[in-house]
């Protein structure tokens, strides 16, 4: 059974770390988390380079990388070697890396990260077996809010269900983002006070929920026109396109599991809570559920995440990439 990334980062907060830890997922920040607390947990806070190495996987070798594993701890029981992005590592080179998981020096703590990794690799097979493996995956739904009333916790604040939806309807579901916005409102409501929806009004600029809701609706009954008029609106008052997306594609992600929930016989009120929505988003988030098949959801989310691909990547101005995806995914199905 593989270590999740939540055990991880409790047990080294506590000072305990293993001979070989391989971190493969796209949650940058609880990755870089992971990756900071392992360090501390094993080298503490000494001298910077005494007893580490980090290498990055597109110039690596996995002779480098293991001579430095293999390399004795100077004035410290432990060495800490990083390898970040190890996908980017040839399969002959990773083979290489694997053999020395299955038998990993003692007193080095070796960390790897990736974005994705073949699983069929014998790197992917042996972190596996020996329980090195820690997916982190990114977090969706209420597993977002969860993260977002814990960063409050950890300042000292309560963060109520009402003011974490209205939280994530300001700045998505990056965590990054809500890490950000959670100091932010920190600082604003003082030591120990409740951050409320006041407060998430008062201090962080929030996208407006009804045209969100208004954009959403547009692409699920396929009307070009509202889907169009109510991007523009958005792009009007300056929003990020890809901070757009992230919303919209947050409620259709809400809406599929909502879905899933109502068909398999829970009430609206569960529903919503499953899906990650607070209790006066229930009756909204089932009428959406109702009008919209499973195809047509997968449809969408497979749209809007080739749209952030895009944005990322493409030299075309954001909000031509924006009008044309969404009036493409708003045209009316072919007979």
């Not at 020096?105 to 020996?130: E, F, H, N, P, Q």
């Not at 962080?204 to 609106?233: F, P, Q």
Request: aromatic share 2%; with cysteine.
């Amino acid at each position: 059974m593989s270590t999740t990334i939540q055990a991880l980062l409790a047990n080294a907060k506590n000072g305990r770390f293993g001979a070989v830890h391989l971190l493969v997922g796209e949650e940058t920040i609880l990755r870089d988390r992971a990756v900071v607390a392992l360090r501390r947990a094993s080298i503490g806070s000494g001298i910077a380079g005494l007893n580490e190495d980090t290498f990055h996987g597109s110039q690596a070798t996995a002779s480098a990388v293991l001579s430095a594993a293999r390399t004795l701890a100077m004035m410290s029981p432990v060495r800490f070697v990083l390898v970040r992005g190890v996908d980017a590592m040839k399969a002959e080179e990773l083979d290489a890396i694997a053999a020395y998981v299955e038998d990993p020096s003692s007193s080095t703590c070796l960390v790897m990260t990736a974005d994705k990794l073949d699983g069929r690799g014998k790197l992917s097979k042996i972190a596996k077996k020996t329980d090195v493996l820690v997916e982190v995956a990114r977090l969706k739904g209420a597993a977002v809010a969860g993260f977002a009333q814990s960063e409050a916790r950890a300042r000292g604040h309560a963060l109520g269900p009402d003011a974490t939806s209205a939280l994530l309807d300001s700045v998505g579901d990056d965590l990054a983002a809500i890490e950000d916005a959670i100091e932010r409102l920190s600082l604003f409501v003082g030591a120990g006070a409740s951050i409320d929806v006041a407060a998430i009004d008062a201090c962080v600029a929030r996208l407006r929920t009804e045209s969100i809701w208004a954009l959403v609706d547009a692409l699920g009954m396929r009307d070009a026109r509202k889907a169009t008029h109510a991007l523009v609106s958005l792009l009007a008052d300056q929003e990020p396109p890809l901070r757009i997306v992230a919303m919209i594609s947050r409620q259709f992600r809400m809406i599929a599991k909502a879905q899933e929930a109502l068909r398999s016989g829970a009430s609206r009120a569960d529903a919503a809570q499953l899906a990650g929505a607070p209790p006066f988003k229930a009756d909204e988030l089932a009428r959406a559920a109702e009008r919209s098949p499973p195809s047509e959801l997968r449809r969408i989310v497979t749209g809007l995440a080739r749209l952030d691909r895009s944005l990322k990547s493409s030299r075309v101005q954001p909000d031509v990439l924006m009008v044309e995806a969404v009036t493409s995914l708003a045209m009316p199905a072919r007979a």
